[in-house]
């Protein structure tokens, strides 16, 4: 009885000891006595213990225990069961479980438990330490045995606890980790955090990777938020340093074994073979279907016989269909599929009566500049030229004509059965305008046409659709001299014209404006006569002369050399002048005119008369001379000096005149 009381009290002294190592550290003044109340020992008297025990008890109770002097082990060596060297051989048994751990670094655990917050981790210390389990979300599958890589972040916490954390251990390492598995072309686990633009955020040992949304899987992914949350296995297939990114690929796993599924599919396949296949994908310009591990593409236009303007018209995603094996190529693994290929060519049901020239109904389909498809069955188009359309010689382009979904009705113009073409004239509805040209427009009836097109040497223009004709500039106008038709009309207007020829083989009309009017020129030879002088404005002046208006809307042509005036000035535009003609000519329907001619002549006319009346005056002094040469005197003969000497001074100055 005594032993088991000696042992309870050793009991409880070691967990005073305990509690005072714990409380010790929240006493500022470690050296502060503790005194132990009264009351404890009427709680001992009350327990019935041994009395020497007792007495033992209560005198260290009453004694001023210093926590910093106090020898526990005299203390516990007086109910210690153990001798000296048998306690200190079994703290060294103790110790040898232990392990040597040291803060701040990276050492490998054991999962002891977890729950749904916590993770219990044995690295064989003391004690064990507690891990968030958020630290492992990347790892949804752990499990108590599991080997897991801590951080020591410190021994022992103010409560005693050992505090380790994965998420660091994982930072630590997760560098050297990546490189390695990018070297070694290692497969890892990650865990998809959350979408982003372009593609997945996944983290792998505690680093964010980019995980593009072409390398989630082979097929196509249409919502990639069913990821979100999930871990998957990956490839590390780029590294940057410098920005610190790394980029992912899942598709990477799973090329290698689909890529020997191809090679064993292909190997199986047969031009003209018809297979079961899935739409995996649909394009603008095709269709992908998924063969069980290989992938072919049908093209639009293999999808049906008909004109298709997008691929979902015809097929839809996920569908199941049939299709035929067109071509294929072993090298570059593509496979050339077709859907319209298991039906009839509708070319071969068309109505075996079907002839050049009769008419058809059907549907424009495709437009373009040089023409319209329409549909006239299923499959059967046949093509309509823009030339088809009008009689007009004018091409346009063929939406002026008709537009896509116009019903519209045809003569047929060829047909290649064997070719499967076809093509279409909707002008042959209406009658030839050139089949009756002679009698609607006969030599010199005049008409009004529109004004097309101009060119250097004349005015195309249109009488009415289909009939075209030509003016040329010579037959523009009588008086006028034109350079280009465009400084007499312009495109689009409405002229008069008559007609001056007829080439019916070759569709073409000869017409005239100028025509419509008396020729002027057989009035004008009448008006400007040589030497005739007229009033004329100038209305163009060019190196070689320039260009004056005349009466009667005729125009003239002046030299440089008679467009000099008579003080000198130089002659201008707008100038209204007196012009005399030197040479007309009605053939060439041409008149040549001078301004100097004019002062000029008026000049040589004076000088004429002058001359004229001066010489008359000699002569009247020479008879009245010779009449009195008889009476001649001395003085005479003088005075007859002084009237000759007189007589010349007049003619001089006449002249100077």
């Given at each position: 009885m005594a032993e088991q009381e000696k042992n309870d009290l050793e009991n409880e002294m070691i967990e005073n000891q305990d509690s005072m190592d714990v409380n010790s550290e929240e006493i500022e003044n470690e050296d502060e006595v503790v005194e132990i109340e009264d009351d404890s020992e009427e709680e001992i008297e009350e327990e019935g213990i041994d009395p020497e025990v007792e007495a033992e008890i209560r005198k260290l109770k009453r004694e001023e225990i210093s926590l910093e002097n106090f020898d526990w082990n005299r203390y516990s060596n007086k109910f210690d069961n153990y001798s000296s060297d048998e306690r200190t051989q079994m703290v060294s048994m103790y110790d040898k479980t232990l392990s040597t751990i040291v803060e701040n670094e990276v050492i490998e655990g054991s999962v002891i438990s977890l729950n749904k917050r916590e993770v219990v981790i044995n690295i064989g210390y003391k004690s064990?330490?507690?891990?968030?389990?958020?630290?492992?979300?990347?790892?949804?599958?752990?499990?108590?045995?599991?080997?897991?890589?801590?951080?020591?972040?410190?021994?022992?916490?103010?409560?005693?606890?050992?505090?380790?954390?994965?998420?660091?251990?994982?930072?630590?390492?997760?560098?050297?980790?990546?490189?390695?598995?990018?070297?070694?072309?290692?497969?890892?686990?990650?865990?998809?955090?959350c979408r982003t633009k372009g593609g997945m955020i996944v983290d792998v040992f505690g680093i964010e990777a980019f995980l593009p949304g072409s390398q989630i899987d082979v097929k196509p992914i249409r919502d990639y938020d069913v990821f979100v949350g999930k871990s998957m296995e990956f490839k590390v297939v780029k590294i940057n340093h410098e920005f610190k990114n790394v980029v992912v690929s899942h598709k990477a796993l799973i090329e290698a074994e689909l890529e020997q599924q191809k090679k064993e599919i292909i190997a199986k396949l047969e031009k003209g073979q018809v297979l079961e296949g899935t739409v995996k994908n649909i394009t603008s310009y095709g269709v992908f279907i998924d063969l069980g591990g290989v992938d072919g593409l049908i093209h639009i236009t293999d999808l049906s016989w008909g004109r298709v303007n997008h691929p979902e018209e015809i097929v839809q995603l996920d569908q199941k269909l049939n299709v035929v094996i067109l071509d294929f190529d072993d090298a570059k693994k593509r496979i050339a599929l077709g859907l319209k290929q298991l039906t009839p060519h509708p070319w071969d049901s068309l109505d075996a009566n079907l002839k050049i020239g009769d008419k058809v109904k059907g549907k424009v389909v495709v437009i373009a500049d040089y023409g319209a498809f329409v549909e006239i069955a299923t499959g059967v188009e046949g093509l309509i030229h823009v030339s088809e359309m009008s009689w007009s010689q004018h091409l346009r382009s063929a939406q002026e004509f008709l537009k896509v979904g116009d019903a519209v009705e045809a003569v047929?113009?060829?047909?290649?059965?064997?070719?499967?073409?076809?093509?279409?004239?909707?002008?042959?509805?209406?009658?030839?305008?050139?089949?009756?040209?002679?009698?609607?427009?006969?030599?010199?009836?005049?008409?009004?046409?529109?004004?097309?097109?101009?060119?250097?040497?004349?005015?195309?223009?249109?009488?009415?659709?289909?009939?075209?004709?030509?003016?040329?500039?010579?037959?523009?106008?009588?008086?006028?001299?034109?350079?280009?038709?465009?400084?007499?009309?312009?495109?689009?207007?409405?002229?008069?014209?008559?007609?001056?020829?007829?080439?019916?083989?070759?569709?073409?009309?000869?017409?005239?404006?100028?025509?419509?009017?008396?020729?002027?020129?057989?009035?004008?030879?009448?008006?400007?006569?040589?030497?005739?002088?007229?009033?004329?404005?100038?209305?163009?002046?060019?190196?070689?002369?320039?260009?004056?208006?005349?009466?009667?809307?005729?125009?003239?042509?002046?030299?440089?050399?008679?467009?000099?005036?008579?003080?000198?000035?130089?002659?201008?535009?707008?100038?209204?002048?007196?012009?005399?003609?030197?040479?007309?000519?009605?053939?060439?329907?041409?008149?040549?005119?001078?301004?100097?001619?004019?002062?000029?002549?008026?000049?040589?006319?004076?000088?004429?008369?002058?001359?004229?009346?001066?010489?008359?005056?000699?002569?009247?002094?020479?008879?009245?001379?010779?009449?009195?040469?008889?009476?001649?005197?001395?003085?005479?003969?003088?005075?007859?000096?002084?009237?000759?000497?007189?007589?010349?001074?007049?003619?001089?100055?006449?002249?100077?005149?």
């Open positions: 064990e330490g507690v891990v968030s389990l958020n630290e492992f979300r990347y790892n949804l599958n752990l499990q108590p045995g599991d080997k897991v890589e801590v951080y020591v972040e410190s021994q022992e916490d103010k409560k005693g606890q050992l505090l380790l954390s994965h998420k660091k251990a994982r930072a630590m390492r997760s560098w050297d980790r990546i490189n390695k598995s990018l070297e070694q072309d290692e497969v890892i686990t990650g865990y998809i955090k047929i113009l060829t047909l290649d059965r064997d070719e499967r073409k076809m093509s279409l004239g909707i002008k042959q509805l209406k009658s030839d305008p050139w089949e009756k040209i002679e009698a609607k427009y006969a030599v010199n009836t005049k008409h009004t046409a529109k004004v097309r097109n101009f060119t250097n040497f004349g005015v195309f223009v249109e009488i009415e659709e289909g009939v075209d004709g030509l003016i040329h500039i010579s037959d523009l106008s009588w008086t006028k001299k034109i350079k280009h038709p465009a400084e007499f009309t312009q495109i689009g207007d409405e002229i008069e014209v008559t007609v001056l020829e007829i080439d019916k083989e070759n569709r073409r009309l000869s017409l005239g404006h100028k025509q419509l009017e008396e020729n002027p020129w057989d009035v004008f030879e009448t008006i400007f006569t040589v030497d005739s002088v007229h009033e004329g404005t100038v209305v163009e002046i060019f190196d070689k002369g320039a260009i004056v208006a005349l009466p009667y809307g005729v125009e003239g042509f002046v030299t440089p050399k008679h467009l000099v005036k008579e003080d000198g000035t130089p002659v201008k535009i707008e100038d209204k002048m007196q012009f005399k003609v030197i040479e007309f000519s009605k053939s060439a329907k041409r008149i040549i005119l001078s301004h100097s001619r004019v002062f000029e002549d008026v000049k040589k006319a004076e000088e004429t008369a002058v001359k004229k009346a001066a010489s008359d005056e000699a002569k009247k002094a020479n008879k009245k001379v010779k009449s009195s040469l008889e009476k001649t005197t001395l003085g005479d003969i003088t005075e007859l000096a002084a009237l000759k000497e007189e007589m010349e001074e007049r003619e001089k100055n006449a002249l100077k005149k």
